[in-house]
């Protein structure tokens, strides 16, 4: 190819590349528009309840190429919320979350996958107490939100051993699996309402 040619080639491709972008969009999600909660078992005998009340994250959706699609969720630890107040401050406390020396609750995806109907499957990197682990979950979402000026949201929930990422001992009151239910609206950047962040 003469220098000509090569030249004229990439000037084609420099002034098509920002059109190849265009269908991608970020949906911000905040603490207003979206809700994690979890339940637990004490001694396999009661249950008990909690939720974290900070969160926020981005998503990047792209219809023409969902290969790239990619969550990234922030949750403040120490947002944690239990029945009362012994509850919430055990929780936050060294002996369990250690929320003062690990802040964040953070979730970035690896790869995201439409299935059946409105079933989004994402694997990611789940990162508790300092600790990191790779987790597999799926969602009910709308996925034509995507195409449209509508919110993007989701919902699912998963359920994780607490011991994997080093939360409580094994000798704690507190059963080791605890099941985390999600429901984000995740809102695309630029509009007015995404200011909420």
């Not at 994780?160 to 001992?169: P, W």
Request: aromatic residues 8%.
């Amino acid at each position: 190819m003469t220098k000509k040619a090569l030249s004229s080639t990439l000037l084609v491709i420099l002034l098509f590349l920002p059109f190849a972008q265009v269908t991608a969009k970020t949906f911000i999600i905040s603490p207003d528009t979206a809700e994690a909660t979890f339940t637990g078992q004490l001694l396999g005998l009661t249950s008990f309840n909690g939720q974290f009340h900070d969160i926020s994250g981005k998503i990047l959706s792209d219809p023409d190429n969902p290969e790239r699609d990619m969550v990234q969720i922030s949750i403040s630890a120490c947002s944690i919320e239990m029945p009362n107040q012994f509850m919430s401050a055990k929780a936050k406390s060294s002996s369990f979350l250690d929320c003062a020396r690990y802040p964040r609750i953070s979730f970035f995806s690896t790869r995201a996958q439409w299935q059946h109907g409105n079933n989004l499957r994402i694997n990611g990197l789940l990162t508790v107490h300092g600790i990191t682990r790779e987790i597999q979950l799926t969602t009910k979402s709308r996925k034509h939100d995507v195409y449209s000026d509508k919110p993007l949201s989701f919902q699912g929930e998963i359920s994780i051993s607490r011991l994997d990422f080093g939360v409580g001992s094994r000798f704690s009151a507190i059963d080791d699996e605890i099941t985390i239910s999600f429901d984000i609206i995740a809102l695309e950047e630029g509009t007015l309402t995404a200011s909420l962040k």
